[in-house]
């Protein structure tokens, strides 16, 4: 059975390519913004709403591809006091929240969803915990010079694999789900439906 990630996210593909998963992956262009506008107005947790972003994108694909397993994912970042933010998506936002995040503790949510012929099969999240060490403005703006746009499509504004592990004290968590994807749990049920050799 053919596996699709609904998703274009270079860190979840190198993930899957580097555990020896075959796969397609078909970008599911879902409008994030107002679906999580929606839930936090319902005063979802920040689990429940990347829960919902994986289902959406999964969905969408799998309605298309009704013959193959759609592995959608998303992550959110919570910060100390609460509060959940985005992808920066513009520079000027990306400095706002390193300084946001700077010297504080915050967790990681990423959940993935796997649908077969339009509906949700399986699911699966977890958390991770991040200390980032305190940054001035000098550090930031040459990390995100270094970085460029490869930061701004990334929850909390930094790869973990890259550059982003110069902006961290403490991390306990896996670092798959750092990475956005609760990779070993995924590999777990892709062995059961025979997607890979047990």
């Given amino acids: 059975m053919m596996l699709v990630l609904a998703s274009q996210s270079a860190a979840r593909r190198a993930m899957l390519h580097a555990a020896g998963v075959t796969h397609e992956a078909l970008p599911a262009h879902v409008d994030e913004e107002s679906i999580t506008a929606g839930l ?15 289902e959406v994108k999964a969905l969408k694909i799998s309605r298309q591809h009704p013959g193959a397993l759609v592995l959608g994912a998303d992550s959110v970042v919570v910060t100390a006091d609460g509060a959940m933010i985005a992808k920066p998506e513009t520079r000027p936002r990306a400095e706002v929240q390193l300084r946001q995040l700077a010297g504080t503790t915050h967790r990681l949510i990423s959940a993935a969803v796997i649908c077969e012929a ?4 399986w699911r699966s999240a977890g958390a991770a915990k991040l200390t980032m060490r305190q940054l001035n403005d000098d550090f930031i703006s040459a990390y995100l010079d ?34 956005g ?6 590999l777990d049920y892709l062995r059961v439906r025979g997607v890979l050799a047990a």
């Fill in 40 to 54: 936090v107005a319902e005063q979802a947790s920040p689990e429940r709403i990347a829960d919902a972003l994986a």
């Fill in 118 to 121: 339009g509906k949700p099969v």
């Fill in 146 to 179: 270094a970085e460029g746009d490869a930061v701004l499509g990334c929850v909390g504004c930094y790869r973990i694999e890259a550059l982003g592990a110069q902006l961290f004290t403490r991390i306990d968590g896996d670092q798959f789900i750092i990475r």
């Fill in 181 to 186: 994807l609760p990779l070993l749990a995924v």
